[in-house]
């Protein structure tokens, strides 16, 4: 999960012959927004691709207070939510950089999770530093 500038916000990992959608509840809750002094929130908006269009999963974003916009089935690209989703697509492209994620050569799961993580602060760090 990323927010609107690329930034990772958290991760989760599963295995690979899962679907995605089986983690999506774990990785909004696992990503709160907070400030320096704020309490935890939720985001407000919440992008997808074909694969959360169902109304059970947009259900369980709504419940949980937040705009969902994932793209649907069978219709034509032209929403606009690809100038937005390449905000994550550019993320994922510079966390693919790294070889150990490309190919998971790792057994347990918790050490591929630390390799990502590294390769999250990695990319905070490229994008704060090009901020200045």
């Known amino acids: 999960m990323v927010d609107g500038q690329g930034v990772p916000l958290g991760c989760t990992v599963t295995a690979a012959n899962r679907h995605d959608v089986t983690a999506l509840l774990a990785t909004v809750v696992a990503c709160p927004l907070d ?52 905000v994550v697509e550019r993320t994922l492209a510079n966390l693919h950089q790294n070889r150990r994620l490309k190919v998971r050569y790792e057994k347990r799961s918790d050490i591929h999770l630390a390799f990502l993580t590294l390769a999250c602060i990695k990319v905070c760090f490229y994008r704060l530093t090009a901020q200045e």
């Open 35 to 86: 400030g320096y002094g704020e309490a935890p929130r939720l985001p407000e908006r919440l992008l997808g691709d074909q694969a959360y269009d169902s109304w059970r999963h947009e259900e369980i974003v709504r419940w949980l207070g937040i705009e969902p916009a994932f793209a649907q089935r069978g219709r034509e690209h032209g929403s606009g939510l690809g100038k937005e989703r390449y």
